[in-house]
């Protein structure tokens, strides 16, 4: 009797082993239909007799094994090398019960039990492997105490070798095709491990680049606090000075200055935020129009007010907890923008359905082939200075965070388009509606 009860490769994390249970679910079942058909053909066309008894309660026991296969999956439980050793040894004891009972070692089947020795090798550790080789000997040596032989009738009495040879053949084709569909799977989720545990190390390292960074900025904001407030002052007394009152030209070049420190000093102000330096300060309660418009103000302020389209398309206010981090990155992106295309540069934020969908455009020489493909990667820049590249690595790592994402493309009238998507649900206030 053939044994088609073969398990799946060991996982590696929970989601796998879900993945390798609900496999050996559907291998059993295989199994059973495998092992009816094989009885009905045997005993019916060709005539043998076999004892039927014991070869359909092996089956009602793997049947068994299925429904507790599938409650322990329903459960979300992973599987361990001790219950992958013990199903390849029920394996075993199962292939050897209905090879007692269907001629022993005269049954051209028994050659089964080196594939599930092979199997064991694979996904077992060393020890369990070689218990299953030890198990699988047993089996073998208790064949020979008294099995139940198999009575041909007179079509195949007369050659019983021919037909020993013949299902030696289909043994062997069983055996070949479940070793190369077994080993291409245990392939293809190594490849698939290997390639998430390259993408967590991946993102391990440009977290702690992002943690570095955030320190170096930190330390940069403290150290840049002090000449940033001596400047405010000297500029103050200039502008309060008897002698530099009538003189308004160099009073309008004080007033730019007093406000480019002032952005400077509310730059720092938000770094120190963003690191989680605040002193004393709650999460700031907003909305989205709000923060749309505190943004388009800081990026028009920074550069010629007119150069810049702003387009709400988004609908309903809604009410969110402001997020300085994501509102630096999108403010970085409008900043390269306006670098590259100072004349024109567009912001437009609509929803779809549950998403904040954002769009800035420019009228700039767009993204070369191999920004496109390494977007969102450290030090990638389109212009081609030491630590460009940042803005957009920094983007994509902070809506990663909120569960959204960005791509990059070039416009078919010239220029770049930055796409940014993020839940609603990532920003909005609990128990929040529209505003």
């Not at 009860?5 to 609900?22: Q, V």
Request: glycine share 10%; aromatic share 6%; proline share 5%.
């Amino acid at each position: 009797m053939t044994d088609l009860s073969i398990l799946p490769p060991a996982p590696s994390t929970a989601p796998a082993g879900r993945r390798n249970m609900a496999l050996l679910i559907q291998l059993r079942w295989l199994a059973v239909g495998g092992q009816l058909a094989t009885i009905g053909i045997v005993s019916g066309p060709m005539g043998i007799s076999l004892e039927r008894a014991p070869l359909l309660g092996a089956i009602l026991v793997l049947i068994a094994i299925n429904l507790a296969s599938a409650a322990l999956l329903r459960r979300g439980r992973a599987v361990t090398n001790a219950e992958l050793t013990a199903a390849l040894l029920f394996d075993v004891a199962a292939l050897g019960w209905q090879l007692h009972h269907s001629g022993g070692l005269a049954n051209p089947f028994a050659s089964l039990f080196l594939l599930q020795v092979v199997i064991g090798a694979i996904l077992l550790t060393p020890r369990s492997s070689w218990a299953i080789v030890v198990a699988a000997l047993i089996a073998l040596a208790a064949l020979r105490i008294d099995p139940t032989p198999l009575v041909l009738p007179p079509a195949y009495a007369a050659d019983p070798m021919g037909l020993y040879l013949k299902g030696s053949f289909v043994c062997f084709l069983l055996i070949a095709v479940l070793l190369v569909a077994f080993v291409t799977r245990i392939s293809r989720n190594l490849r698939d491990s290997d390639a998430a545990l390259a993408a967590s190390r991946q993102r391990a390292a440009e977290e702690d680049h992002i943690v570095r960074m955030g320190l170096l900025a930190s330390g940069a904001a403290h150290e840049l606090g002090t000449p940033l407030s001596t400047l405010s002052v000297l500029i103050g007394d200039w502008k309060a000075a008897a002698r530099l009152e009538d003189d308004r030209e160099l009073q309008e070049d004080l007033a730019d200055m007093d406000a480019a420190v002032q952005r400077c000093k509310a730059i720092v102000s938000g770094i120190l935020m963003s690191a989680g330096e605040a002193r004393g300060e709650a999460p700031q309660l907003t909305t989205m129009r709000a923060a749309f418009g505190e943004i388009v103000a800081h990026a028009r302020a920074a550069r010629r007010p007119d150069t810049l389209e702003f387009h709400d398309r988004f609908g309903a206010d809604v009410a969110i907890v402001s997020d300085p981090a994501l509102r630096q990155v999108i403010g970085n992106v409008l900043d390269n923008a306006a670098e590259v295309s100072p004349g024109w540069t567009s912001f437009t934020a609509s929803r779809d359905g549950e998403m904040l969908v954002i769009e800035i455009a420019d009228r700039g020489p767009g993204f070369s082939d191999e920004m496109i493909d390494g977007f969102g990667q450290p030090y990638r820049s389109t212009k081609g200075r030491p630590g460009g590249g940042l803005g957009l690595f920094l983007l994509v790592n902070v809506l990663r965070k909120l569960g959204g994402g960005a791509t990059v493309a070039n416009r078919d009238e010239g220029g770049a388009l930055v796409r940014i998507w993020l839940p609603i649900a990532a920003l909005a206030r609990l128990g929040g509606g529209t505003a």
